[in-house]
């Protein structure tokens, strides 16, 4: 059974970070990539940040480029999500996805559609 498991998120004020970590297990790790979304309170979920597990190639949506890092922990089978300069717009709820690596699009890795296992999400609050 494929499993995402995601931790890290939190209160922090403006100009904060944190750092938030996705526990996968159930599935081969390097045969999928492995992405954040988050959804705001009224908005639609979207892509921020994946990498792939296989040539460790990451993407990023520009609003956090520079702030955002994503990386992963292959003896872990863990992905990691470091949060810099935090911004109140970045409040959200925080989800880990997975998608086989066969089926990843680098042009629609930001779309819902892209992705085929989820998390259960984990809620970041960025207070001004």
């Known amino acids: 059974e494929v499993q995402l498991v995601e931790s890290g998120g939190g209160l922090v004020q403006a100009g904060g970070s944190l750092r938030l970590s996705c526990a996968a297990s159930?599935?081969?790790?390097?045969?999928?990539?492995i992405g954040w979304l988050r959804q705001a309170p009224g908005k639609e979920r979207e892509g921020i940040s994946c990498?792939?597990?296989?040539?460790?190639?990451?993407y990023y949506e520009d609003s956090v480029k520079g702030r955002f890092t994503i990386s992963s922990d292959n003896a872990r089978n863990t992905v990691y999500l470091q949060m810099n300069s935090l911004k109140p717009e970045d409040t959200a709820v925080y989800f880990c996805?997975?998608?086989?690596?066969?089926?990843?699009?680098?042009?629609?890795?930001?779309?819902?559609?892209?992705?085929?296992?989820w998390g259960e999400g984990t809620q970041v609050t960025v207070s001004s």
């Open positions: 990498i792939s597990r296989r040539d460790g190639r990451t």
């Open positions: 159930g599935f081969t790790f390097d045969d999928y990539v």
């Open positions: 996805a997975a998608v086989r690596l066969p089926l990843f699009r680098p042009t629609s890795w930001k779309r819902l559609r892209q992705w085929d296992e």
